[in-house]
T-cell receptor, first 112, second 111 residues
Framework: SQTIHQWPATLVQPVGSPLSLECTVE??????LYWYRQAAGRGLQLLFY??????ISSEVPQNLSASRPQDRQFILSSKKLLLSDSGFYLC???????????FGSGTQLSVL | GESVGLHLPTLSVQEGDNSIINCAYS??????FIWYKQESGKGPQFIID?????DKRQGQRVTVLLNKTVKHLSLQIAATQPGDSAVYFC??????????FGAGTTVTVRA
């Protein structure tokens, strides 16, 4: 069966520090991968998605970047965090037609 | 793209009663909708889905209704239990296969 792993679960970082969140998927090949951000009490905002290794699409201009160095690995990064980067970050994977997304357990990022 | 939104941000329901959560969408070309449940501090979990060629679909204690005329879908939870307390999201799939999520409805079950 397919599983998705996301870590760390919580992270507190100072403003201006770098960020690296990692997500890996097991049990499937060539998944579509997604990074979402969820502000407190809000819906999910799509940040990045990837349909293959090295292929990244950005949905909104921001202080973040994403990379997919391996088929089942998706990384969310920042060189210098802003206060506004705080939020709950969710990684998800989907099948080729993306009719369903399966989410990781999320990372609660607090930038202080 | 798709724009979805929920009608009410919060819903309080007595344990044992039925819950109804509503959602509206804007893109009449959307052909697939999903309901997710998100418990505090966790990622959303798939509950049930429905295609646009259906009006109703039932799962275990849950039913999704789709009214394409008014671009509205709802999630009904029968005999609501304390474990049903969570935030519920509807999501629509647009023709570019990206899900658009509503803001969510927080359901609180009263004992």
């Amino acid at each position: 069966s397919q599983t998705i792993h996301q870590w760390p679960a919580t992270l507190v970082q100072p403003v201006g520090s770098p960020l690296s969140l990692e997500c890996t998927v097991e049990g499937t090949s060539n998944p579509n991968l997604y990074w979402y951000r969820q502000a407190a009490g809000r819906g999910l905002q799509l940040l990045f998605y990837s349909v293959g290794i090295g292929q990244i699409s950005s949905e909104v201009p921001q202080n973040l970047s994403a990379s997919r160095p391996q088929d089942r690995q998706f990384i969310l990064s920042s060189k210098k965090l802003l206060l506004s980067d705080s939020g709950f970050y969710l990684c998800a994977w989907g099948t080729a037609n993306n009719e369903k997304l399966f989410f990781g357990s999320g990372t609660q990022l607090s930038v202080l | 793209g798709e724009s979805v939104g929920l009608h009410l941000p919060t819903l309080s329901v007595q344990e044992g009663d039925n819950s109804i959560i509503n959602c509206a969408y804007s893109n009449s070309a959307s052909d697939y909708f999903i309901w997710y449940k998100q418990e505090s501090g966790k990622g959303p979990q798939f509950i049930i889905d429905i295609r646009s060629n259906m009006d109703k679909r039932q799962g275990q204690r849950v039913t999704v209704l789709l009214n394409k005329t008014v671009k509205h879908l709802s999630l009904q939870i029968a005999a609501t239990q304390p474990g049903d307390s969570a935030v519920y999201f509807c999501a629509g799939v647009s023709n570019d296969y990206k899900l658009s999520f509503g803001a969510g409805t927080t359901v609180t079950v009263r004992a």
